[in-house]
């Protein structure tokens, strides 16, 4: 079991302990305590569906930001057969915040994109802990195209706080960058799913996410700025971040009714972290679902379909 | 209850004063209003662009200009505290509903699209309508076969319509692909300052980008980008001048020049 967990977290994982220590004394044959951690194993179901069946906004931001929660190297590695990770923009670098590759998925040719976060130290150092360069933008643009070029189905999977926002970022273009691949994503010949798994931030998470069908895990979320960035600049003070992530409306199902995603992908109880096989495999279904439904779809209307659905997107008052 | 703020923000200092006598921003010289209008808000003496509303962009460029698409105005689908007043207080300010005006102009003999930002409307911040004013007026121009042009000045994306103004840049990048479709010139200009949302989608994909001098023109703010890289920003940093020495801009025109530049360039695609 993860040992990093947060504070609203901090009951079950006790009571979890307090499971385990029990069955090892059962195990060991000390004491016969099978009502009591039946007992327990009940109360601990009743707990976890109390605490995650309310969870506030900013709570759910947690989640998503859970140092534990898989990241796109352990899909990759759940999810696909093989993989051949396609490096470098052909320009500058090869930025490590997005992977690209081709993968397998139960047999199926996939093109993969993601952000990486990293997990260890010195991981999450190399990878720019997710937040892309432009390069980044320009190799998943390299990658979507090659998709295109040979009819294969690109899936992207979000997960970045934003894009990199430092001077080499702006001397090579970060703005442009994200541009681009947002008009060209919007009309490349192939079906594009798209999946927020954990954090989706701002423009950085839309440079790699316009596609056909746009879905969202259970405790991910997307938002146009971070918590922490509105507070502050609206009312000059990060700590107030849990009232802008109320106000921004930046959760799972906040987002299907603003008619921003389309889905929203379950996870396994207490969230993705706790269960990350259980995770990988919910996303891997949906995946091939998706794969399967839009392949049925000829292509010239996919990329009618997937402009009009962004077209349509925003709240606007007509006077007559 | 929320959101209360600790102390009350300090007014911003007008841009234009009112007023007979104005002080560069940049340099402090004292210039005359009735010449510093005549030279389009430039101080003769360092060339410094005041930011100017919609409507000067509009009487500067344009010999003839009829509105279209005003009948939108923004709603507060998030419920967003203070939304509503923060328009109501922008709408007494300006004239405008919105941080964008655009119509069909007469520009030299050309007839084109011309969409205005207008940065003394919430900092020419993007949400649903000038997501969508900018989407019919790429729409409007595929239709009529004339080219665009949209005059850009914003800070970014409309933080208090959350996420849909983060999807404006969606509609309008997803949109342009059928202007450039249907090869229908788009010019793209950017004023100080344009950042953020709108400078990672329609402002960066015109078929020609022009920059008129000493804008800011870049993705994060600076103040982000300095608490993040905990270094001093080189000089120029995110100024026109030093986007195009990075090879982003296509060219810096003076505001001065800019009708006679984008009448060459219409006068380039139709022949
Ligand atoms: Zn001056």
């Known amino acids: ?320 | 209850m929320f959101f209360r703020r600790k102390k009350p923000k300090l007014e911003a200092k007008k841009e234009i004063p009112d007023g007979l006598w104005i002080k560069c921003n940049s340099c402090g010289e004292i210039l005359y209003r009735k010449e510093l209008a005549k030279k389009l808000w430039i101080c003769e003496k360092c060339g410094y662009h005041f930011k100017i509303d919609s409507r000067r962009y509009v009487s500067i460029l344009t010999d003839e200009f009829n509105e279209l698409f005003s009948e939108f105005s923004p709603v507060n689908s998030l419920g967003f505290r203070d939304y509503e007043e923060k328009l109501e207080k922008d709408y007494k300010k300006t004239g405008l509903k919105d941080a964008i005006i655009c119509g069909e102009a007469e520009i030299g003999n050309h007839n084109v699209v011309l969409s205005c930002m207008d940065f003394f409307f919430r900092g020419g911040s993007m949400g649903s309508v000038v997501g969508e004013k900018v989407k019919l007026s790429i729409l409007h121009a595929m239709n009529r076969k004339i080219p665009l042009i949209v005059v850009c000045a914003s800070g970014g994306a409309r933080m208090q319509e959350g996420i849909l103004s983060l999807m404006q840049m969606a509609k309008t990048s997803a949109t342009l692909n059928l202007l450039a479709d249907a090869r229908i010139p788009y010019i793209s200009i950017l004023t100080n300052p344009t950042t953020a949302g709108v400078m990672a989608s329609y402002a960066s994909l015109g078929d020609i980008v022009i920059a008129e001098p000493g804008a800011l023109i870049g993705f994060a703010g600076p103040r982000v980008i300095r608490d993040t890289v905990r270094e001093e920003l080189p000089p120029g940093f995110q100024t026109s001048e030093f986007l195009l020495e990075h090879g982003m801009l296509d060219a810096v025109v003076p505001r001065d020049r800019l009708k006679e530049t984008l009448i060459g360039i219409l006068d380039f695609f139709k022949s």
């Open chain 1, 1 to 320: 079991m993860n040992r990093t967990f947060l504070e609203f977290e901090k009951p079950i994982v006790e009571l979890e302990r307090k499971i385990d220590d029990l069955k090892l004394l059962q195990q060991e044959g000390i004491a016969d305590l099978g009502d009591e951690i039946a007992g327990l194993e009940k109360k601990l179901k009743k707990l976890q569906d109390d605490i995650y069946g309310s969870l506030t906004r900013w709570q759910r931001v947690q989640l998503a930001r859970h140092p534990a929660r898989p990241y796109f190297l352990d899909y990759v590695r759940y999810i696909t057969e093989n993989f051949l990770e396609i490096h470098g923009d052909g320009c500058f670098r090869d930025d490590p915040a997005i992977i690209c590759g081709l993968a397998r998925i139960k047999g199926k040719s996939v093109v993969l994109i993601g952000q990486e976060k990293g997990r260890t130290t010195k991981e999450k150092i190399k990878r720019n802990f997710g937040m892309a360069h432009p390069e980044g933008y320009r190799k998943a643009l390299k990658v979507a195209r090659l998709a295109a070029r040979f009819g294969k189905p690109l899936v992207c999977l979000v997960d970045t706080t934003g894009a990199y926002p430092g001077i080499g970022a702006e001397e090579r273009g970060q703005a442009q960058a994200i541009a681009v691949n947002i008009k060209e994503f919007a009309h490349l010949p192939t079906p594009i799913i798209v999946v927020i798994t954990g954090e989706g931030g701002s423009g950085g998470a839309l440079g790699i996410g316009v596609g056909d069908v746009i879905a969202i895990m259970q405790y991910a979320y997307y938002s146009v700025i971070s918590p922490e960035g509105c507070a502050s600049i609206l009312w000059r003070d990060a700590s107030k971040a849990p009232e802008a992530a109320e106000a921004l409306k930046v959760t799972a199902q906040d987002l299907i009714e603003l008619g921003v995603v389309d889905k929203v992908i379950p996870e396994p109880s207490g969230g993705a972290h706790r269960n990350p096989n259980e995770a990988a495999s919910i996303l891997r279904d949906f995946i091939l679902g998706e794969i399967d439904r839009l392949s049925g779809i000829p292509v010239e209307e996919l990329v009618k379909k997937r402009i009009e659905k962004f077209q349509g997107m925003g709240v606007v008052k007509r006077d007559i």
